[in-house]
């Protein structure tokens, strides 16, 4: 169904509750995701961006209820990935001959993905489309925002910028603009997309706000793929990306372990303690890779000014957990941020040590040596855990 969002721009996307997955596995949604579509109606008519593969169907059907299909003059692909893509096949089935506004990068990408030679009209920065009424479409290119075919376009008169992935979030609401939703629901998802997704692209997310704000143009709206359209104060998230896209940091520390008989966790519990004796103002969270989203876990890294990070030795090596979520974090690129290591073991001695290779190769500081102990720690060792925690951010606070 479709949504006004002015009196000629239109919501035609879809909402999808169910989704908990994305990227395969990669991306936890536990408040589901929308794939939002647009729809402008001027002497042209403009289709934005459409929906997830899946839900081809459904959006032509729906969208064939607002306009006759052979009516539209234009579709914009802002990004080629199939969450916004994924309906292209079905659509161009009914309007083969319909010209496609993209980057040279998304021909690249949506030939890669559907293996068809559509109707490409290839667009750059500064490139513009008159769509009738005095009004164009401006496009500007975003590349590795996150893919290198991104790009966002603006519409004049009516002050509207398309940004894709950029300003969105994994957030699914039938309430249709920022204002009118939970604002604690709305930027915990907003963060968490950054950090999860964002987080290795900082700079190039701080060369193009400033690249947007030269242009100096009106913004009333701005239209994501995902999640909100940000209506009310709508620049209030792009001043949010200039703040986390600058080596943003809390006065958090974050400690995140696995365990097999609770070593580890004692460990990890008395670090935290020991912190907290010496700096009770430091917001330090304790979590169990294991039983915890990875997501979450990663959001709560990227607010951290450090982390630690411990596990047993298994097998030779380091609790899979563990090893997953610093592969994670290796690939986001984080900077400016302090680590430290611990974890027990039995009879090789490597865990922390796999640990402090990993996080020094993905930019961490490690600002302490390891913290590790054979067997299960004894009243000793739980004593030196806490003294360990007070030299850290002793240490940290130098
Ligand atoms: Fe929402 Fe990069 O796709």
Known sequence: MKKNITNNVFWVGKNDWELRQFHGYEYSTNRGSTYNSYLIKEEKNILIDTVY?????EFIENLSKEIELTKIDYIITNHAEIDHSGALPELMKLIPDTPIYCTANGVKSLKGHFHKDWNFKTVKTGDKLSIGNNKELIFIQAPMLHWPDSMFCYLTGDNILFSNDAFGQHFCSELLFNDLVDQHELYAEAIKYYANILTPFSKLVTKKIDEVIKLDV???F???SHGVVWRDNPLQIVAKYAEWANNYQENQITVIYDTMYNGT???AENIVKGINSVDNNVNVKLF??????KNEIITEIFKSKAILVGSPTVNN????????LLELVKGLKFKNKKAATFGCFGWHDVSTKIISEILNE???EIILDSLKT???PDKEFVIKSYEYGKQFIKQLEN
């Open 53 to 57: 593969k899946p839900f081809a169907a």
């Open 218 to 220: 009106p913004v009333d």
């Open 222 to 224: 701005i239209c994501t």
């Open 265 to 267: 966790r004692l460990l």
């Open 288 to 293: 169990n890779s294991a039983t915890n989203d």
């Open 317 to 324: 090596g380091i609790m899979y957990s563990i090893a997953g």
């Open 362 to 364: 993905s930019g961490f």
């Open 374 to 376: 054979k067997w299960v």
